[in-house]
């Protein structure tokens, strides 16, 4: 997300590429940066998604209270991700 929000000339896509293959949990233990303008952040090119969900972001180990993702910008897109235990 550091490096999206940083670069030049948006659109930016962040895609997921963890092996193996297959849905994948992150336990983040610091708030995620907030997404800028023109991100998509797609979960669904992890290969292995399901039913178009490849990420899982756990919010347990956020500090109270726990915020999965902030959008900070026009033009994001979330998209294959679920978020637990956070808000």
């Keep these: 997300i550091q490096d999206a929000n940083g670069a030049a000339n948006p659109p930016h896509t962040i ?12 336990q983040p233990a610091s708030i995620l940066p ?5 991100i998509t952040v797609d979960g669904s090119t992890q290969p292995g998604a399901v ?4 990420i ?3 919010g347990a180990a956020l500090p ?7 959008i900070n910008g026009s033009n994001c897109t979330i998209r294959g991700l679920s978020f637990g235990r956070c808000s």
Aim: net charge neutral; proline share 6%; hydrophobic share 50%.
């Design 34 to 38: 907030n997404v800028g303008a023109g």
């Design 64 to 70: 109270f209270p726990a915020v999965g993702m902030i």
């Design 51 to 54: 039913k178009g969900v490849g």
């Design 56 to 58: 899982e972001v756990d």
């Design 15 to 26: 895609q997921f590429n963890i092996t193996p293959a297959g849905v994948k949990m992150i």
